[in-house]
Every structure is written in structure tokens, then in C-alpha cells.
């Protein structure tokens, strides 16, 4: 049995760029709706197609990540999805109680104590009073408020409101779940205890993720919808592919490349070859890589060590790996390239920002860095959590007890 | 609006499923407000009350003349302003709630009639306490109570829903623009003075237009008179326009949830 729960069919929206005109237009949108018109196909002055034939079947069990760059239109199709705004365009057709966790604590009041607030939150997402009644201890339980319970929600941390917002909307038990960025929420252990359990609510409903961060997309979800200027980039199973797409599909412009240093000596180009020899940007994971580096010396820092180094980066700006050589000073050399090669490419999916430095003398003194000089994106076909995956030499399974 | 039964259909079990809702808000709202007040339920009937009293001292000192009424002037005063601040809160409440809610509604899709639901809850909790204002202002100049006390209560729910109804229609043009929130205010005042709240229906020409031409005069009017004679001068006048208020209320709640979605798409989320 097919069960598709949602199905979005061609959908457009239009948003305007300009206050004044956008509040105008929404005069006459309210005109026309109330007369029954639509002339609602073609672009007035000063609007742009937020979201542009995005289609896309849901069903039961599945799980559907959003992704794309700031603006992509992926908040507006979401709203659109909630019913909050209609499509200018296509159609939106959902079976079911669509549950979103995108406000968490909307309706908060400060006054009130937090068991009066999970009566009233939970009523604006749905719930009746019975069922609030039979679900409240689960609530402020997962909440892990305590005697906080009966204090006013003003004199929580927000750490305390969030987890108490979260508690109250997974308390929901929606056919579809959606999720806009919410797991950036509470400390560590609150997270992976959200985590856990959405991905309990999952197996029962259709679900929709959105999120900047690959490792959780990759984990939760089945099926990827890679967005650019609101208009549907990528649509399929292949995650590890369309991740890249994701990552390549930003400007390099967004990490800026410098150079610093105190300059006695520099370092050319950096290329990368991949296991054909050709020069490349972009590597497939385990496949035997090389990178060169040409560099100069400067004439005093000839005669002592030398240390090229390259660290690698994540998108997250976190340092993944190191790569480096030392170059002991009798080679008396000012300009040469330096080649260095791997058997395997080890990095996950994605893009890294390659940052090549030198140094010299005992203390390691910092002549030349080239940060972000080189951007390099990785493919692989399953994605994971971390960027970096080792590869066993020998692997073995062997019984226990003689079971 | 492209399939009109079904959009009735839809309305109707919204407004039946926004009940609890409605109340929820309408308890968390007037509990938080309470609570962070020692005063309290004082306020509901203090400007009716400061306003009521200016005319009296107005008219016991001869200041102004508004003619003969044929009950004790104070309690015509009091009647008239609490009626006149029940109708007042009643035509700002719809795009007071609404503004409120407007973090609310632009993230979470719940039925949005709760909003003006718990703000009619608001008006009239509020209403039952002025009543106890008009029953003390009653006793204490000896006016007699009869059945038209009991009367006057859906009498005076009538001048709810017309100021309702008002306010529903200004409402989506409201959350665009702050003008119509500004005028409203500017309006109200205005039109305190050209109803007959403390001087009763001129007879004359051109000054009884303010009783004919103002719906919300029978209203009040009829409504005061229920309250403390128990008959009404011009019943089918206040029936007809009681029609008209139902059949505006209904065309406002229309609207209302027709463009909600379009005013939710210009607010920011």
C-alpha cells in the first residue's frame, strides 16, 4: 500500500523584495482572493520566485532533508507545507495532522508557571485537555525540569524553556513531523536525547528535516532535496552526491582565501592529482591522491629547516587533518616543487579548505600561510557523521564461547 | 474563496475546534494579567466609571445642559459609558488579539478564529464585572430592577458583536499598515461624542441623525433602556440592526480568514 501522506505538485511562491510594495501587493492579493480571482502567474515589480516547481511524494516512514544555502526558500516551501501561506502556484495535497517543530514554546507566557504553559502551549499546537492531562507527566519529565515545574517559565534559564518546548511538541503524535533546524537546541546530552526521540517519532510518520549540518541529515534522512534560489537543484536518494552538490554549489567566495606571514619565503600553487594524474579539485573517497606544492625559499631562510605544512578544514571550520614535511636545510634548494602522495582519500564527503603554511628554525617560526588557498570536495557514496573514515587493514569476526 | 462550501464547512469546525483553544488563551491572559496586578479586577470598570463621573459633575454644576432623562442622571452616565467601553474594547479587541498572536501565527497553524474567540471571552468577563458597577449604581439611586435587567444581557452582546464585526473588518488591513490602529483610536473618540451615550437621542433634525445614522445608537440606547425601565422605545430598529451586525459578523469572519494567509505571508517569520 502506498501511503503517501504528502505530495507537492509543482509549487511556486513569490515574495517581494520591497516593504512598501510588498504590503500593497498584499492589499491586492486580499482583493482578489475575496473576489475569487487568481492572476497570480506572473512576477510583479520587485518580486522574485522564492520557491519555483518544487514537486515532491512523501510517505509514511520516510524522511525528506532539505537542503540548500541561506535563501533557498526552504523556510518559505515549509510554511507552505504547514498550511500557514498557500502556494502562488502548483499544489499542496497532505493526509494527515501535520506537526511542526519550528516555535518551540510559541505562546510561552512569563507569568505562568510551566504547567500552566504546557496546557497552553499544547493547545496551540492541537492537543486537547484530556489528552494534555494524560501526557503531562511524560512532558515535564522529558523536560527534565523538576520542582522548576510550578515556578514562572520567566525565571528559567533558556536552556530550561527549550527543553520544555521541545518536550511539549514531540508530545505530538503527527502523521507528518516538521523540523527546521531545532537540534541545534540544549547541551550535548539534551541533543541526543532529541535526537533519539525524533527518530522514534520517524518510523510512524512522514518527516521533513531541515538543516545546515550533513552529519544529522545524513542520519536521519532517506531522500534529499537540494534547493539553489528557490528552485529544486537535486532531488533523490543519492545523498553522498547531492551533499557535494550542496557543498559545491556555494561561491568559493565564502571562505576568503589571505595570505599572512612574515614573508621569507612563499608557497606558488598547490595542486592536488588524483589516481589518473590529472590535476583536480575534486577527489572520489579511497582512491590513491597526490598533492605538489611549489615553493620558494627567500634567500636567508635557505639555509635553515623548513617545515611545509598543509591543514586541512572542514565547512565547519574545524581543523580535520595535517599534512606535512620537513625539509632539512643542507639541500641548499630556493625553488622547487614538492610532491607528496597517499594511497587512500580518507575524508567523507564534502568540502575542505586546504591551508598551506611555512616554517622555519627550531621554534617554528611562521614565514608564510596561505589560508583557504585551496578548496577541495571529496565524494563518497555513503555519508556518515565525521569527515574522516579510516580504513581497516585486517578485519575479523570471531565467535564467542563457541556460539 | 474558489470553493465557497467548502470553506464554510471548514470555518464552522474550526470555530468548534478553536473552543478550548480560545479558552486556554482567554485563561492564560486574563491569569498572567491578574497575577502581576494588586488592583486587579479594578480596572475593568475604572474608565467607565472616571469617565461617567466628568459628566455627572458636568451636569450637576449646570457646566453642560443635555436635557431632561427620565432616570436619575448618574446611573444614565454609568450605564451609558460602561455600555459605551464594551463596545469600544469590543471593535479594538479583534486587532489587538491578532497583533498579539502575531508570532504565533506565523510560525504555528492553528484555527485563528481562537484568537478573536478569546478576545470576546476577554470583552465580556470584563462586562460581567462592570455589571456588578451598574447593579451597585442602581441600588444606590433606587432605580428598581425588573426582567429587562436579564433582557439587556443579549441586548448588550449585540453591541459586542457589532464592535466585533467592526473590528474584524479593519483587522486585515491592520496588520499591514499602523494607520488603521491609529485612526481607530482618533475614530473611537470622535465617536463617543456623536452617540448618544451621555445625553440622550436628540429630537430635533439634524442633531437626531446621530441617533439614526449611528448603529451603534439603538444598540446602546436600547440596551440601557432594557437595563432600567425593561421596554424599548424602538424595538424593530434594534432588530434590524442586530440582522445586520450577524450578517456583517459572518461577511468579517469571511474576510478574516480568507486574507490571514496573505497577511502572514508579508509578516516576517
Known sequence: ?????????????????????????????????????????????????????????????????????????????????????????????????????????AGFNPILTGRENIYVNASILGMGKREI?????????????????DSPVQNYS???????????????????????????????PFRTKCFNRIESLSSRCAVIFVSHSMPQVTRICDTLLLMQK??????????????????????????????????????????????????????????PWSISASIDLGEETARLDARFMITINDQEETNVAQLEKLIPAPQKLRQFVLSMSYDECLFNSGKYYLTASLQFGKKGTLAYVARNMFVLNVKRDISGYAPIILQQRHEAITPVNGK | MHSPVKLVKSMWS????SRELAWRLFVRDVSARYRQSYLGIFWAFVPALLSGLVFIVLNAKGVVNFGKVDIPYPVFAIIGTTLWQLFSESINAPLKAVTSGKAML???????????????????????????????????????????????????????????ALGMFLTPIGMLYGDVGS???????????????????????????????????????????????????????????????????IVAWFMYRVTMPIIIERMSS
Not at chain 2, 471571552?121 to 460581567?128: A, K, N, Q
Request: hydrophobic share 45%.
Open chain 2, 183 to 249: 485612526a481607530l483610536t482618533v475614530l473611537i473618540q470622535l465617536w463617543f461624542f456623536v452617540t448618544p451615550v451621555v445625553y440622550p437621542p436628540p429630537q430635533l433634525f439634524p442633531y437626531s441623525l446621530v441617533a439614526t445614522l449611528n448603529p451603534v445608537s439603538p444598540l446602546l440606547v436600547g440596551t440601557r433602556e432594557l437595563m432600567t425601565k425593561g421596554t424599548m422605545t424602538d424595538l424593530p430598529l434594534f432588530m434590524a440592526i442586530c440582522v445586520c451586525t450577524l450578517i456583517g459578523l
Open chain 1, 158 to 188: 533558556s536552556g530550561m524553556q527549550v527543553r520544555l518546548g521541545f518536550a511539549i511538541a514531540t508530545a505530538l503524535e503527527p502523521d507528518i513531523l516538521i523540523l527546521d533546524e531545532i537540534l541545534a537546541v540544549g547541551d550535548a
Open chain 1, 133 to 149: 492531562d494524560k501526557k503531562i507527566d511524560e512532558i515535564i519529565d522529558f523536560a527534565e525540569l523538576g520542582e522548576f515545574i
Open chain 2, 14 to 17: 474550526d470555530l468548534k475546534g
Open chain 2, 106 to 164: 506565523a510560525k504555528i497553524n492553528f484555527p485563528r478564529e481562537a484568537l478573536i474567540l478569546s478576545a470576546v471571552y476577554e470583552v465580556l468577563f470584563g462586562f460581567t464585572i462592570k455589571l456588578v458597577l451598574i447593579v451597585v449604581v442602581m441600588l444606590f439611586f433606587k432605580v428598581p430592577f425588573g426582567p429587562g435587567l436579564l433582557l439587556s444581557l443579549p441586548a448588550a452582546l449585540a453591541l459586542v458583536f457589532l464592535g466585533i
Open chain 1, 230 to 287: 528557490g528552485a529544486p537543484l537535486r532531488h533523490g536518494h543519492d545523498l553522498g552526491e547531492i551533499i557535494l552538490d550542496y557543498h559545491t554549489s556555494t561561491d568559493n567566495a565564502d571562505v576568503a582565501a589571505s595570505v599572512e606571514g612574515s614573508q621569507h619565503g612563499s608557497i606558488k600553487a598547490i595542486q592536488i592529482h588524483n589516481s589518473h594524474g590529472e590535476a583536480t579539485r575534486s577527489l572520489v573517497y579511497g582512491e
Open chain 1, 1 to 105: 500500500m502506498s501511503d503517501v501522506l504528502v505530495s507537492v505538485d509543482n509549487v511556486s511562491k513569490k515574495f517581494c523584495r520591497s516593504l512598501k510594495k510588498s504590503l500593497w501587493y498584499g492589499v491586492q492579493d486580499m482583493a482578489s482572493e475575496m473576489l475569487g480571482r487568481s492572476g497570480k502567474h506572473e512576477l510583479r515589480p520587485d518580486e522574485f520566485w522564492a520557491v519555483k516547481n518544487v514537486s515532491f511524494e512523501l510517505k509514511r516512514g520516510e524522511c525528506l532533508g532539505l537542503i540548500g544555502h541561506n535563501g533557498a526558500g526552504k523556510t518559505t516551501l515549509l510554511r507552505m507545507l504547514n498550511g500557514l501561506i498557500k502556494p502562488d502556484q502548483g499544489r499542496i495535497e497532505i493526509r494527515g495532522e501535520v506537526g511542526a517543530l519550528i516555535a518551540l514554546g
